[in-house]
């Protein structure tokens, strides 16, 4: 069984262009989230999307924002892109919404760079 | 709100010794907690997680960690290390206001002497 995969592996952009990032998650899988790993700031939690619908969100501005397809495939794009936006974007799937009993299996992330 | 202290940044053990990464949390209630592990290049991996019940668990390669209520701490262990077990372990929390996002703690940096 095939586990996340996230493209692009590595990313570089400059400061005020948008950058897209795709997730496809664990055949079977319906719930796809973002995290946003930064030396700083740690681990933190961008969104949850199931379903096609934004379930979760944590505290991060309007310029993140994502999607989830039919076939649970999903994007998350940043606009406007800032030099604290530079961090390694973790997408995690799992059967069912984030709960108890549903295990996050993680993808290898996508590392972006703004210049 | 929840969080999580792990206060070890970087730990150096030789390999074939003993492990602990503490982990302190902060929350109201009964917690749900969560060991991660962070090889190079790849993404978070489970190693064990805390609900309810049996306060000792047991996770995959070895590992285990015992939940202390009153301590507030959720120590991850391992008997004897492999060199394989150089990674970043990361301690989570969840359950704060039924939500079960976790939030993660800033990392434990393990180094494995030979």
């Known amino acids: 069984k095939a586990g996340v995969t996230q493209t692009p592996r590595y990313l570089i952009k400059t400061r005020g262009q948008q950058v897209t990032l795709s997730c496809s998650p664990i055949?079977?899988?319906?719930?796809v989230s973002w995290y946003q790993q930064t030396p700083g700031q740690g681990l933190q939690f961008l969104f949850e999307y199931f379903s096609e619908t934004q379930r979760n969100k944590g505290n991060f501005p309007g310029r993140f924002s994502g999607r989830q397809f039919s076939n649970s495939r999903s994007e998350m794009n940043v606009s406007t892109l800032e030099l604290g936006d530079s961090a390694l974007y973790l997408c995690a799937s799992s059967f069912g919404l984030i709960l108890r009993d549903n295990e996050q299996f993680f993808g290898p992330g996508t590392r972006l760079t703004v210049l | 709100a929840q969080s999580v202290t792990q206060p070890d940044i970087h730990i150096t053990v030789s390999e074939g010794a003993s492990l602990e990464l503490r982990c302190n949390y902060s929350y109201g209630a009964t917690p749900y907690l969560f060991w991660y592990v962070q090889s190079p290049g790849q993404g978070l991996q489970l190693l064990l997680k805390y609900f309810s019940g049996d306060t000792l668990v047991q996770g995959i390669k070895g590992f285990e960690a015992e939940f202390k209520r009153s301590q507030s701490s959720f120590n991850l262990r391992k008997p004897s290390v492999h060199w394989s077990d150089a990674a970043e372990y990361f301690c989570a929390v969840g359950g704060s206001g039924g939500s079960y996002i976790p939030t993660f703690g800033r990392g434990t940096s393990l180094i494995v002497h030979p």
């Open positions: 055949s079977g899988h319906r719930s």
